[in-house]
């Protein structure tokens, strides 16, 4: 019976992914509203669990796929990747008011050049501290400070080492989990609490799943406007990336 219960959920990999993930959810906000009164969303913990579940996975299987190793969970593979993704980014759109969108303006505009710019200098700065001192490395690393999107699309572009690129995907994760965690304790401070600032705070932040983890954890309401300005402040990150910035950096240490 365990053998006839394995081989079904093995061959339909992608329900047993959908079951799998959904457990885990459930078990992530039911920890956030048990022990943080959610003030530590269920997502961040859902992250954390999904990074320990790849650890462990990897080493028990040797594979570099994470949960997607185990082949009871290939299915978690595809809904871990880029099509299903972009397909949620695009998602939140559908909730937004295009007149709450007018109002950001200027300031919008302005909080994605800011952000994508100072992110990248506090990660190619970080880089150049740790000994990647080349405009190949710093850009790269800097990028994934970016997101750790930019990071893999610009280290790609300009040729950088499958390590560096690591790295620079490393930096974008463990930024989108500072972002989740600590946003909804600074939000009072910031006056996070109206569509504006939460444009405004996806353009800096960037991070579309920290900035959405974030905000749903304020107020539900908020995701839509962070997520559309992230979702901007990625394609400006991945434009600027490996042009710009990277020519910046090689001007200055080259």
């Given at each position: 019976?365990?053998d006839?219960?394995?081989d079904v959920l093995t061959k339909?990999?992608l ?9 885990t959810?459930?078990v992530s906000?039911w920890l ?15 992250i ?19 949960v ?6 290939t299915?978690?593979?595809?809904l871990?990747g880029a ?6 980014i ?5 909730g937004?008011?295009?007149q709450?969108?007018?109002?950001a ?5 302005v909080s994605?050049l800011?952000?994508?710019?100072l992110?990248?200098?506090?990660g190619a ?6 000994g990647y001192t080349d405009?190949v490395?710093m850009?790269t ?5 970016v997101?750790?999107i930019?990071?893999p699309?610009t280290?790609a572009a300009?040729?950088?080492s499958?390590?560096v690129?690591?790295l620079?995907i490393a930096a974008g994760?463990?930024?989108a989990i500072l972002?989740m965690i ?6 009072p401070r910031i006056?996070?609490?109206n569509?504006?600032t939460?444009?405004?705070?996806g353009?800096m932040?960037?991070t579309t799943s920290g900035?959405?983890g974030a905000?749903a ?7 839509p406007?962070?997520a559309m300005?992230?979702?901007?402040y990625?394609?400006l ?11 910046a ?6």
């Amino acid at each position: 019976m365990e053998d006839i219960l394995l081989d079904v959920l093995t061959k339909n990999g992608l329900l047993t992914g959908f079951a799998v993930i959904g457990f885990t959810m459930l078990v992530s906000y039911w920890l956030s509203s048990r022990f943080t009164r959610g003030k530590l969303h269920g997502s961040a913990i859902a992250i954390m669990l999904g990074l320990a579940l790849a650890y462990v996975s990897g080493l028990f299987t040797g594979g570099q796929k994470g949960v997607a190793d185990v082949p009871l969970l290939t299915g978690v593979g595809l809904l871990g990747g880029a099509m299903i993704r972009d397909f949620a980014i695009t998602a939140t759109a559908f909730g937004v008011h295009f007149q709450e969108i007018r109002k950001a303006g200027a300031s919008g505009v302005v909080s994605l050049l800011v952000g994508v710019i100072l992110s990248f200098v506090v990660g190619a700065a970080v880089a150049a501290a740790f000994g990647y001192t080349d405009a190949v490395s710093m850009t790269t690393i800097g990028a994934g400070a970016v997101t750790y999107i930019v990071g893999p699309v610009t280290g790609a572009a300009i040729g950088a080492s499958s390590e560096v690129m690591a790295l620079s995907i490393a930096a974008g994760l463990v930024k989108a989990i500072l972002v989740m965690i600590a946003s909804p304790f600074f939000a009072p401070r910031i006056g996070l609490d109206n569509p504006r600032t939460a444009m405004v705070f996806g353009g800096m932040m960037g991070t579309t799943s920290g900035v959405c983890g974030a905000l749903a954890a304020i107020d539900p309401k908020l995701v839509p406007y962070g997520a559309m300005t992230s979702t901007f402040y990625t394609g400006l990150g991945c434009l600027l990336g490996p042009s710009l910035l990277f020519l910046a950096t090689q001007a200055l240490v080259d």
